[in-house]
């Protein structure tokens, strides 16, 4: 079992920057490739991106790509997802997920994940 805890939202200016974190329970974190997903109101939860349980892989919807970073620390249990230029369009409640994957390439798709958070809200103003 894997428990995770999403912070850093906020509201912001477009331009800005905030920086996600998720924090994991379980001392088996290191074996699991982790994602972040976004909602926006009246939309379905999308990918944004994920990187592998080794840290060596990392993948980026088109949408923040060269905006956003993905990194982690296994040694803190953690995650986090840097958000550079923000954007209106990047409004969205951001989760975090778990993905019990070994894998070079972390999972995109939402079914592989089967840890979540509750979520944090982000809020770009224009």
């Known amino acids: 079992q894997v428990q995770l805890v999403e912070s850093g939202g906020g509201l912001v200016q477009a331009g800005d920057s905030l920086r996600l974190s998720c924090a994991a329970s379980g001392r088996t974190f290191s074996s699991y490739a982790m994602g972040w997903f976004r909602q926006a109101p009246g939309k379905e939860r999308e990918f944004v991106s994920a990187?592998?349980?080794?840290?060596?892989?990392?993948i980026y919807a088109d949408s923040v790509k060269g905006r956003f970073t993905i990194s982690r620390d296994n040694a803190k249990n953690t995650v986090y997802l840097q958000m550079n230029s923000l954007k209106p369009e990047d409004t969205a409640v951001y989760f975090c997920a778990a993905a019990d994957s070994r894998s070079v390439f972390p999972p995109r798709a939402r079914y592989q994940y089967a840890y979540w958070g509750q979520g944090t809200q982000v809020t770009v103003s224009s």
């Open positions: 990187i592998s349980w080794s840290g060596g892989t990392t």
